[in-house]
């Protein structure tokens, strides 16, 4: 029957949107969105991040279309990252470790998100960033490497999406009773529509270890990649990176306590041997420019090493 006196809704004041965080069904991943509409998603296989667009949805990372997505080798694309060793091991303490070491190939945790405070402007989008944490520690290696089974350590890796930018950044604890040595990179692959017009300012004049041609050099303008690339900086975390696209700034980075930068392409014939980097062209859609810390550090038994870098995408 219908109700002559129909009860009338209860206004309620507007909410304010908040950032939405989700976990993929098989707990493989964790994608989080702004309510402006920038999103980043983490694959917890090396935490590694797999995605990165703006509100209108542009894709700032590159990830190769044979990437193996499944747990069973580290992501060709996206920030893989690289810890406690960098490159093939090449130091007492990391000798017989994997390429990059093994953080890129450990199932990490999803510890939480937290997010900035929302605004309660009129207008207001909500909140503007949101912070995802992951975890890994030594208990949750698959195997520990030999090499690797007198330490303990735990690491906070905390991923914050922001309006225009994302930040990445390392807790690393010396949880056991020896000290340790590590190194440690964001081994970043962006996007970018043709490497033909793209360059990396900031790196002017400052001397880099060549690990295509040998020894020391440097350039006197920025750099241009018209051949393979792989060069290790030393420069003050104080210098702004940027990549430049069609002489626009692309990408700009701000680093906190990683003093080294290693830049990155293949090129043509390297990448013909790399059996998970696809399509044919894929070496002109990247540039992988690596903030970290090829330097060793000496982690003492009981101390914290933190450091991470801030991606301006524009
Ligand atoms: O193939 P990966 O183990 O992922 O390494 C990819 C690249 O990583 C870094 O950029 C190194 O400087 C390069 O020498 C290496 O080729």
Same mark, same amino acid.
Request: some cysteine.
């Given at each position: 029957?219908?109700?002559?006196?129909?009860?009338?809704?209860?206004?309620?004041?507007?909410?304010?949107?908040?950032?939405?965080?989700?976990?993929?069904?098989?707990?493989?991943?964790?994608?989080?969105?702004?309510?402006?509409?920038?999103?980043?998603?983490?694959?917890?296989?090396?935490?590694?991040?797999?995605?990165?667009?703006?509100?209108?949805?542009?894709?700032?990372?590159?990830?190769?279309?044979?990437?193996?997505?499944?747990?069973?080798?580290?992501?060709?694309?996206?920030? #893989?990252?690289?810890? #406690?060793?960098?490159?093939?091991?090449?130091?007492?303490?990391?000798?017989?470790?994997?390429?990059?070491?093994?953080?890129?190939?450990?199932?990490?945790?999803?510890?939480?998100?937290?997010?900035?405070?929302?605004?309660?402007?009129?207008?207001?989008?909500?909140?503007?960033?949101?912070?995802?944490?992951?975890?890994?520690?030594?208990?949750?290696?698959?195997?520990?490497?030999?090499?690797?089974?007198?330490?303990?350590?735990?690491?906070?890796?905390?991923?914050?999406?922001?309006?225009?930018?994302?930040?990445?950044?390392?807790?690393?604890?010396?949880?056991?009773?020896?000290?340790?040595?590590?190194?440690?990179?964001?081994?970043?692959?962006?996007?970018?529509?043709?490497?033909?017009?793209?360059?990396?300012?900031?790196?002017?004049?400052?001397?880099?270890?060549?690990?295509?041609?040998?020894?020391?050099?440097?350039?006197?303008?920025?750099?241009?990649?018209? +051949?393979?690339?792989?060069?290790?900086?030393?420069?003050?975390?104080?210098?702004?990176?940027?990549?430049?696209?069609?002489?626009?700034?692309?990408?700009?980075?701000?680093?906190?306590?990683?003093?080294?930068?290693?830049?990155?392409?293949?090129?043509?014939?390297? +990448?013909?041997?790399?059996?998970?980097?696809?399509?044919?062209?894929?070496?002109?859609?990247?540039?992988?420019?690596?903030?970290?810390?090829?330097?060793?550090?000496?982690?003492?038994?009981?101390?914290?090493?933190?450091?991470?870098?801030?991606?301006?995408?524009?």
């Amino acid at each position: 029957m219908e109700r002559s006196n129909k009860p009338s809704a209860i206004p309620v004041s507007p909410t304010i949107p908040t950032p939405q965080v989700s976990i993929s069904e098989d707990n493989s991943r964790v994608t989080a969105s702004l309510p402006t509409g920038e999103s980043v998603e983490v694959l917890l296989f090396g935490a590694t991040v797999l995605s990165w667009k703006t509100a209108k949805g542009k894709e700032n990372l590159f990830v190769s279309s044979k990437a193996h997505l499944d747990g069973s080798k580290a992501v060709r694309g996206g920030i #893989p990252l690289v810890f #406690p060793n960098f490159g093939p091991s090449s130091n007492k303490a990391t000798e017989g470790l994997p390429q990059h070491g093994f953080a890129r190939t450990s199932k990490w945790e999803y510890l939480g998100k937290s997010s900035s405070e929302s605004s309660t402007l009129p207008n207001s989008s909500g909140d503007s960033s949101v912070k995802l944490d992951f975890g890994l520690s030594n208990t949750m290696l698959d195997k520990i490497p030999s090499e690797w089974k007198d330490y303990q350590f735990g690491i906070t890796y905390s991923v914050t999406l922001g309006r225009d930018d994302l930040e990445t950044s390392l807790a690393i604890r010396n949880t056991g009773e020896k000290d340790f040595e590590f190194q440690t990179l964001l081994h970043s692959y962006w996007a970018i529509d043709n490497i033909s017009n793209v360059s990396v300012s900031g790196l002017e004049k400052v001397s880099f270890a060549d690990k295509v041609g040998g020894g020391n050099k440097e350039e006197s303008g920025a750099i241009t990649v018209s +051949s393979e690339v792989d060069r290790v900086y030393h420069v003050d975390p104080s210098q702004e990176i940027a990549i430049i696209e069609k002489d626009k700034p692309r990408f700009e980075f701000t680093r906190d306590m990683l003093p080294d930068v290693v830049v990155w392409n293949p090129w043509i014939e390297k +990448s013909k041997t790399m059996s998970d980097l696809a399509p044919e062209d894929a070496y002109k859609r990247f540039i992988c420019v690596e903030t970290g810390s090829v330097s060793w550090n000496t982690l003492e038994a009981g101390d914290t090493w933190e450091g991470g870098q801030r991606i301006k995408a524009l």
